[in-house]
């Protein structure tokens, strides 16, 4: 159903790119939140005259480096990818896998791991999209065990009001890792909200991510589908997470942030019960943004557990989120 969805998608950005390519007139969008209107421009010279690829005005919505890259490239058809690493801790840094305090199920091997996504922009703050995840675990051990997996589609938009900014997104997503098609795991949806309130006249603004994601299996629950460790029961039905933060804006371009990150689970068990929640354990982050363009965002952070604040527990990290075209 999903590789269907997503030929669907492939199929009306390239019918929409087709007609933009046809027309050369210039189009208006309107922007929630009392944003000035976006033109679309065409710059009949280099990539952008070959692939007739239009460019939409900057209205301005997204200022946060953070959600404005995130948000993807103005113009119409993009290619948009991200690019993390989980790396070792403090304490050995030559650590092959991160701390997994709570014993859920999961990849917590030291991994590369990141998204390449098709993105057609529908006016200056909506968009399609259409992508694959990419993992490659244990970049720097001498394996080889790379994979792309869990194939989406997605929808995106972004608002303005007044020093208030956001990003929505939603997901519908195949889900294709072993661990988990295993256990009758087939697909998925999600949604993510980013906001962030920048304080007048200072260099401080506030963030706060919030993210859901609900999974849908082929089969019920079996025995066989626990995991040996402090919770038996560790396949998550749907997760909720919220992620608090405060930002000090070196420039427009730079900040240093932190934040708490906080997140509940459903664990898939015989009884079905969905208004089980347990909750993992807090972590924090202390990181360094940079966005080198408005295309290109940089940050290296930092990891830790304020129950456990040892060298062992505290993981360096880097992620990238870039836009072609």
Request: proline content about 4%; glycine content about 10%.
């Amino acid at each position: 159903m999903i590789q269907s969805l997503m030929s669907l998608s492939v199929c009306l950005i390239v019918l929409n790119s087709g007609i933009a390519f046809a027309s050369d007139e210039v189009s208006n969008s309107s922007v929630s939140g009392g944003e000035v209107s976006g033109k679309t421009t065409y710059n009949p010279g280099g990539i952008d005259g070959i692939l007739g690829n239009r460019k939409f005005e900057d209205t301005r919505t997204l200022t946060d480096p953070a959600l404005r890259t995130s948000d993807g490239s103005l113009s119409r058809f993009s290619f948009k990818g991200s690019f993390g690493y989980s790396g070792p801790t403090f304490a050995d840094l030559s650590a092959q896998n991160q701390p997994n305090p709570d014993g859920t199920a999961g990849n917590y091997a030291q991994r590369m791991t990141g998204n390449a996504t098709a993105n057609y922009r529908l006016d200056a703050t909506h968009n399609l999209s259409a992508g694959t995840g990419i993992t490659l675990n244990y970049p720097f051990a001498g394996t080889n065990q790379y994979s792309t997996n869990n194939p989406f589609v997605g929808y995106s938009f972004a608002n303005r009001y007044d020093n208030l900014q956001m990003r929505n997104s939603a997901q519908l997503i195949q889900a294709t890792i072993p661990n988990y098609t295993a256990i009758g795991e087939r697909a998925g949806v999600s949604w993510f909200n980013g906001l962030v309130y920048q304080f007048t006249a200072t260099k401080l603004a506030l963030s706060l991510d919030s993210t859901a994601y609900y999974w849908m299996f082929s089969r019920g629950y079996q025995a066989t589908d626990g995991f040996a460790n402090k919770r038996p029961q560790t396949v998550q039905q749907y997760t909720i997470g919220t992620q608090p933060g405060l930002k000090y804006l070196i420039s427009d371009n730079m900040n240093i942030y932190t934040n708490a990150s906080f997140q509940w689970f459903n664990p898939r068990g015989q009884s079905g019960d969905q208004a089980v929640l347990w909750n993992r354990s807090v972590s924090t982050a202390l990181g360094f943004g940079w966005a080198y363009s408005r295309d290109i965002y940089i940050s290296p952070y930092l990891i830790s557990y304020p129950n456990n604040m040892q060298a062992d527990q505290t993981t360096i990290n880097l992620s990238t989120t870039f836009s072609l075209l």
